[in-house]
């Protein structure tokens, strides 16, 4: 049981390291002054799922559910 809790426990801060770097690399949400004069509303507004800040969110979120899940894990106490 030590191992696998040793080897969960990397995996957990591998997973909180690349959480960090990835909400890092975002962009803020605010638009701006360009949302007063129709600017946000552009080809890359419109598509922005297919870019690269669309991949940034759905990695976040698959990252964070599994440092929950991780974290729910190792205090379980079924390692102790």
Do not use: P
Not at 24 to 46: C, F, M, N, P, R
Not at 56 to 64: D, G, P, S, Y
């Amino acid at each position: 049981m030590d191992i696998l809790k040793t080897v969960i426990t990397i995996i957990f801060v591998i997973d909180c390291i690349a959480l960090s770097a990835i909400i890092l690399l975002q962009e803020g949400k605010s638009d701006g002054l360009g949302t007063i004069g129709g600017a946000a509303d552009t080809y890359w507004g419109h598509n922005k799922g297919r870019s690269m800040e669309g991949t940034l969110v759905k990695v976040t979120r698959v990252v964070a559910v599994l440092f929950l899940l991780f974290a729910v894990i190792l205090n379980l106490g079924v390692f102790n």
